[in-house]
């Protein structure tokens, strides 16, 4: 069996985010991407019951926040395994298993994927009924993508769209 790892990044690959290279890491992609487990922390606090408005400030001040200074790899390398052990620790705390609950959320994301002509022209009408037509495609089934070519209502230019046979995570019951 895959790890978590290898199957966020057979994730990533399929998302075509390409895999870095150590010796020439493209660092406002690497801050972009952290950026990103901030919004998702924030997530967390909403579903821990924090209040929304909170949640929306402390967003905004990480969306307002700016690089410049120096990069000290070991650092970013600690602290990335810090937000693993925190949230492996969370799941211990509640008595939940981390690894199936991975597994249910990466099978989840792939349904974003475009998996067949079925399933791309049943796409292609689920986003036209809320008025987003023009539209592209990336590569191909089953991990082909759908993208909007224009700014149209809540599909800005470039935004992946999500395929009809998309589904939230279906975790196993507690």
Known sequence: MSS???????MNAAFDNKKGDPSAIDW???????KSIGHEFGELMIALGAQKEQVKD????????????????????????DVHVFGYGAHHLMGIDADRDMNDVVDGVMTR?????????????KHASSGVTDVYFVGE??????????DQPDAPKGKFLKSASYREPVFYTL
């Open 113 to 125: 994927f475009i998996k067949s002509e079925d399933d791309r022209l049943a796409t292609v009408a």
């Open 4 to 10: 978590n790892f290898q199957r966020v990044s057979e």
């Open 28 to 34: 406002a992609r690497i801050q972009s991407q952290c």
């Open 141 to 150: 089934f089953p991990t082909m993508v759908m993208k909007s070519a224009s």
């Open 58 to 81: 402390l967003i905004k001040a990480i969306d307002a926040v700016q690089f410049g200074g120096e990069v000290n790899i070991d650092q970013v390398r600690d602290s990335l395994c």
